[in-house]
């Protein structure tokens, strides 16, 4: 069996470490992936991830914005709306995205109830 060290933990750092600290989180791949659709507004962003609360779904947006995946436009209104797009450092995961559902696709056996 092959040692484990605290150096072996760290030749993974770096980028991939980067990447699952931002996407590992809950909710945010999902996000990332209704957003790769089209521009949404808040409330419809909502209801495209059932059981994301308000509060996660601001703070997740949130991150995503101080990462430089995505913008926040307000719409004026009334009513006033905001609205949320990737920007191309966000589109930029599609494919990637595209992978992974492919991947899951083939070797993650579907598991009832959860979208």
Known sequence: MAEHSEQTCK?????????FELLGKRWTGLI??????????????RRAIPGISE???SDRLTELAAAGL??????EGPPLRVSYRLTEVGRA????LKE????????????????
């Open 55 to 57: 509060r996660m779904l």
């Open 93 to 96: 995961l599609g494919p990637a």
């Open 11 to 19: 030749q993974v750092g770096g980028a991939i470490t980067r990447v």
């Open 100 to 115: 992974l559902g492919q991947w899951a696709e083939m070797y993650l056996p579907e598991s009832g109830g959860r979208c």
């Open 32 to 45: 990332v992936a209704v957003l790769m659709q089209q521009s949404v507004y808040f409330s419809d962003l």
């Open 70 to 75: 995505l913008v926040r436009e307000v719409d």
